[in-house]
């Protein structure tokens, strides 16, 4: 039996349509999209037409509850989905679930407790052997070993005990985002309620985790996500609670991270009338554009980057089509930007211009109930 967690999303969907053109000529391209769903019915299937940018209702993925998180293994034969749930199996800890997917329909295999409560977040390492997960409400996380879709049991688990300076969001730690480094040796937990990032070495094998240093953000920034440019040592920590993003070295040898500069994405000066934080990230796969999404004052924020140092060059602001845009991501193609607007209850499709990284003024709205995640096969 799973309790629900009490952190109240809306849970009705709705949708307002407003035009968009399409750009360019290429033949029809169909795809399936998941759409992680903070609802009882927690993964939600849709076709994707990557010629007009369209989302088509294909029905219910997966009755699994409370999804914040999915992702593909490498080979996309499973998928891995984060449960942010007070207590499963009779024990105060989110699930981690894995299905197999096959002709489009995702079969369960497995579902294992998490460390704490409330998983919002899990990541893969490179070779697929490895998950981790990330706790929110318990302030946890946990390593799991894979073995043809399937999770063992937790391997390893750690609570965290540091918390900041804001009463109100780090009143203790916040377990948030789990990631890999580019040559995978290190694992990292950004910890939004003890302003840190923890570092440690990876053991592919046995999926234990050994402790190897933090990296420490400036008190009350909140570090919740950390994302790595294709140029394999600039790294993108998005400060969730200073609407900031800190632009980070990344160190081969011992797998820190110096900072180089800060990035402001609300306008300098600005007193914003609504409490305002930073969300989640997206990079083009030649590095060349970065875009962050902030909460509150609702936009997405397009840089261009410097594809050997990282280096970001403002381009604007864009909407984003909706309320609390929790998830954003590129189609493969890199000619649509799909915006998971959680409050809205719909999914924002926008044309985007390859060469000059710009998103199309309007957009269009497809339903999906509390939008968490969005996953392209």
Request: hydrophobic share 40%.
């Amino acid at each position: 039996m799973r309790n629900l967690s009490r952190r109240n999303f809306l849970k009705t969907a709705s949708a307002a349509a407003i035009a968009a053109a399409a750009q360019g000529n290429a033949a029809p391209n169909r795809s399936r999209v998941y759409v992680a769903s903070n609802t009882e019915n927690g993964i939600l299937a849709y076709d994707w037409n990557s010629s007009t940018g369209e989302l088509t209702a294909a029905g219910l993925g997966a009755k699994v509850p409370m999804v914040d998180w999915l992702l593909y293994s490498p080979n996309r034969k499973y998928l891995f989905a984060a449960c942010e749930v007070d207590s499963f199996n009779g024990k105060p800890t989110g699930e981690v679930a894995s299905f197999g997917v096959k002709d489009g329909k995702l079969e369960p295999l497995s579902a294992r407790n998490s460390a704490a409560k409330g998983t919002c977040h899990i990541g893969l390492d490179h070779t697929g052997r490895v998950l981790l997960s990330a706790d929110y409400g318990g302030g946890a996380a946990a390593s799991f070993l894979v073995t043809e879709g399937k999770l063992s049991e937790a391997v390893w688990t750690e609570h965290y005990t540091v918390h900041g300076p804001n009463p109100d969001r780090q009143e203790a730690a916040h377990a948030h985002f789990c990631s890999f480094s580019p040559d995978n040796r290190f694992a990292y937990i950004n910890d939004l309620g003890g302003d840190m990032i923890h570092i440690y070495r990876l053991d592919t094998a046995t999926a234990r985790l050994t402790k190897a240093g933090a990296y420490h953000a400036r008190p009350g920034v909140g570090p919740r996500t950390l994302h790595f440019h294709p140029n394999d040592h600039t790294a993108y920590c998005m400060d969730e609670l200073a609407s900031a993003v800190d632009v980070l070295e990344w160190h081969k040898a011992d797998g820190g991270f110096s900072l180089v500069t800060t990035i402001q994405l609300l306008p300098e000066g600005e007193k914003s009338s609504v409490v305002s934080t930073g969300c989640d990230t997206v990079i083009t796969r030649d590095g060349r554009f970065v875009y962050f999404a902030n909460r509150g004052e609702d936009f997405l924020y397009g840089f261009k980057a410097d594809a050997k140092t990282g280096a970001l060059t403002p381009i604007k602001r864009f909407g984003c089509g909706g309320k609390t845009p929790r998830n954003f991501v590129l189609d493969p193609t890199e000619r649509w930007m799909l915006v998971a607007n959680q409050n809205s209850g719909w999914v924002s499709v926008f044309a985007r211009d390859a060469k000059t990284g710009e998103l199309a003024e309007q957009g269009k709205n497809y339903p999906a109930a509390t939008p968490m995640r969005i996953l392209f096969a």
